[in-house]
């Protein structure tokens, strides 16, 4: 007796549902063919800039997507709207990368938009030394096998004064590597107030517990003297490490020692004295009204046994990092399995090997893009803002600001400058809005947003990039009064 009646529902149910589905159907039958997508012209563009297979595989990721707009009750796109997307996403999905950015953000060493730009000299070396092959590991003198390091240390012990020098991936890498090679297994003592994060995952302790060193913090978080140090010496001792505090500051109350005075101990007790710096500062950054920012060359005459720095912060080079020191430790970390592991490669080194002749030849402040910002004057930076905005096509105001180094170096320190003020309220546009515009440019630029102002500092712009950057700024204006005037309409 039940089963009519529930035969009956389900025919009901079906009834009621037909006319959706039959417009369903229409639709998914409306749907084009891959290969009518791929008959279009436009497409055929596409298809013969990036090959057929990958092209059929967007149109059908395109076409699955249109049958689950269907499903959902939604209009599916038409063949124009199904082409537009194709050729948006062949374009951003299949792009060279990374984009080519203009840094109007005054921030000179900006992690997230790849830290330090690399001098013309350091830019043409890593093409040669990309597009041929290259003596990185051969003698040319005596034909037979070479060492990739070598020549780098003999100029990196050139400008620091260290008996001998490695070069690594990066300082991180360093550090970990150092460590696991002098101290492995063994306590490496380490200050309350050092044992920090410096950023991206670098964890001091965390760094000491994978390379199989034992962290033996002293002192505490505001005072550490160097008697907390002697006091915690004991035959299982590997190492004393120091971390320069490159992000962050601790004031009021504070003691640590001089390094000096943690050499002195390191000598009386055969411990080594480490260092990591962090930044990498060859120049005196108190020459350009900021700080004293501590130097590699200071550290290694101080005596300590091994630095450790960054390549790509205030030295201005490509990523990498850099351990000076006496050579029989410095021959000890070269020889550590981690070394093979975190080797530096040859484009680094070529980027590198040009960035510290600029050292020698006494021409950093010319040559370094993040030296040459660092040395511009203020008035030069007025007079670039007047030409910036007597070559726009809208009202802009130029004002005075400041910039930051930052890439976890000179915390708290800043350059004064003078900075290109775009308003964006009065216009009825937003600022959001307009630096959104600025970053989707043929040449994206990233600013500052202040009180309804996009910023733009030109310290940070390369001057070779000042036409390019009036370009995207025009841009950006243009297609925020299109959407202005799209709206009032
Ligand atoms: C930045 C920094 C590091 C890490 O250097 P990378 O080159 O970014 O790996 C390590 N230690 C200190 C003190 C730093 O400032």
Not at 130 to 144: A, I, N, T
């Amino acid at each position: 007796m039940n089963a009519p009646s529930k035969r009956y529902n389900v025919f009901e149910k079906r009834n009621i549902a037909s006319e959706p589905i039959n417009n369903m159907t229409s639709q998914f039958r409306s749907l084009p063919s891959v290969e009518h997508v791929l008959s279009d012209d436009r497409i055929c563009k596409i298809v013969s800039e990036f090959s057929r297979q990958p092209v059929v595989s967007l149109i059908r990721a395109n076409l699955e997507k249109a049958r689950l707009d269907i499903k959902r009750g939604l209009q599916p796109p038409d063949l124009d709207g199904i082409v537009a997307n194709l050729q948006k996403e062949a374009q951003s999905k299949w792009r060279a990368w990374p984009a080519d950015v203009i840094n109007g953000t005054g921030v000179i060493l900006h992690t997230n938009l790849g830290r330090s730009p690399l001098s013309a000299q350091a830019t043409e070396a890593v093409t040669s030394v990309s597009r041929s092959y290259s003596d990185l590991e051969f003698d040319l003198q005596s034909g037979k096998r070479g060492s990739r390091q070598s020549h780098m240390a003999n100029l990196i012990n050139e400008v620091t004064g260290s008996e001998a020098s490695i070069v690594v991936n990066n300082n991180a890498s360093a550090v970990m590597l150092g460590l696991a090679a002098i101290a492995g297994g063994k306590e490496v003592i380490v200050s309350r107030s050092e044992a920090v994060e410096i950023g991206g995952g670098f964890r001091i302790p965390d760094v000491l517990l994978q390379s199989g060193a034992i962290l033996k913090e002293v002192g505490t978080t505001n005072r550490t003297y160097v008697g907390d140090y002697e006091a915690a010496i004991t035959e299982n001792t590997g190492a004393i490490l120091v971390i320069h505090p490159s992000n962050f500051r601790i004031s009021g109350f504070t003691h640590s020692p001089l390094i000096k005075e943690l050499v002195d101990l390191g000598r009386k007790t055969h411990i080594p004295i480490l260092h990591d710096l962090g930044s990498g500062c060859l120049l005196d950054t108190s020459l350009y009204g900021m700080a004293h920012e501590p130097m590699p060359q200071e550290s290694i005459n101080d005596g300590v046994d091994v630095t450790f720095f960054s390549g790509d912060k205030l030295l201005g080079g490509p990523q990498s990092g850099i351990i000076c020191g006496r050579a029989k430790l410095v021959t000890k970390i070269s020889q550590h399995p981690l070394a093979r592991a975190v080797r530096i490669d040859k484009i680094s080194i070529a980027a590198l090997s040009a960035t510290i002749l600029h050292y020698i030849k006494q021409e950093a402040t010319e040559k370094i893009p993040i030296w040459q910002m660092i040395s511009m004057k203020p008035s030069d930076i007025f007079t670039r803002a007047e030409a910036w905005a007597s070559a726009l096509n809208f009202e802009t105001d130029i004002r005075k600001t400041y910039c930051t180094i930052g890439g976890g170096s000179l915390p708290g320190e800043v350059i004064s400058s003078w900075g290109l003020f775009i308003p964006c309220s009065e216009n009825g546009d937003s600022a959001s809005k307009f630096a959104g515009h600025l970053r989707k440019a043929g040449r994206p630029v990233v600013g500052r947003i202040e009180d309804e102002n996009v910023i733009i500092e030109p310290r940070t712009v390369l001057v070779e990039d000042d036409q390019e950057l009036i370009e995207s700024l025009n841009y950006a204006r243009d297609k925020n009064h299109t959407n202005e005037q799209a709206k009032q309409a």
